[in-house]
């Protein structure tokens, strides 16, 4: 695709907002799928007093005790989860990111948007991860060592029957405490480094791959005490303590990381969590430009 023939960032007004959604579930299903391995490595590294098969001294120990004793298939257990939630829920990522940055003028000129920028990934996220919030319970209900859930409806179904529909969502205020600074600074960042790589604002997948990793790693970084907290919530229905299973909220979670584990409980799976998401958003933001651009050059065509 020609870089000098696709200018994007202005939105034409016959691009439909149905296009807009299938690129975004492009992206949404090719980020997590490449990435998914690694999730899963951070999830387990993540758990607080997990059961004695599951304790890692590493990310190396835990890739090789992983395949040795479960096999290499194991490390996509659950992916299926998150084939089926992540589509939807990037397609609504991204069309309301277009929008609430079309509506504030963050297309106007070749001037920067920083507050326009923050703005449309904090709503895009919000309006996200409620529909994505049931599915991300169930991957890492699935991802534990010694899962024994079967399938999506097997999980599904053993969840709801056991906890309540509240265990789909008891993580949700975390989960929106963590994902809306991160993608609020993801969004800032993608766009700053956009700025200074491509000014033109022209489609450039090298810059849409660099600045979308970088964005990714450094959001990531800061957000990780908050992912082990909504993980813990996530998984406290599978958890041996019962301290763990009785958490009810962000605050209860936290005093008990930081009481079993101290402040560095907070930063458990760092390096995998940055490790994912750097080409997560690498792969997400290059995927969702070439959609876009591709969708875009076929109504100007047509």
Known sequence: MSNSNVSY?????NFSLADNML???FAGIAEHTVMYPVDLLKTRLQIINPSPG???TSLTNAVSTITKIEGT???WRGISSVIVGAGPAHAVYFATYEA??????GNNGTEHHP???ATSGACATIASDALMNPFDVIKQRMQLHGSAYRSIAHCTKSVYRAEGIAAFYVSYPTTLAMTVPFTALQFTFYESISKVMNPSKRYDPVTHCIAGGLAGAFAAGITTPLDVIKTLLQTRGAAHDAEIRSARGLVEAASIIKRQHGWAGFFRGLRPRIITTMPSTAICWSSYEMAKAYFIR????S
Not at 9 to 13: A, I, M, Q, R, V
Not at 100 to 105: T, W
């Open 54 to 56: 599951g304790i890692y």
């Open 115 to 117: 507050l326009a920028a």
């Open 298 to 301: 076929k109504s100007k065509d």
């Open 100 to 105: 609430v940055k079309q509506a504030m003028g």
């Open 9 to 13: 960032e202005t939105l034409p007004p």
């Open 73 to 75: 298939t194991s490390l």
């Open 23 to 25: 690129a975004g579930a």
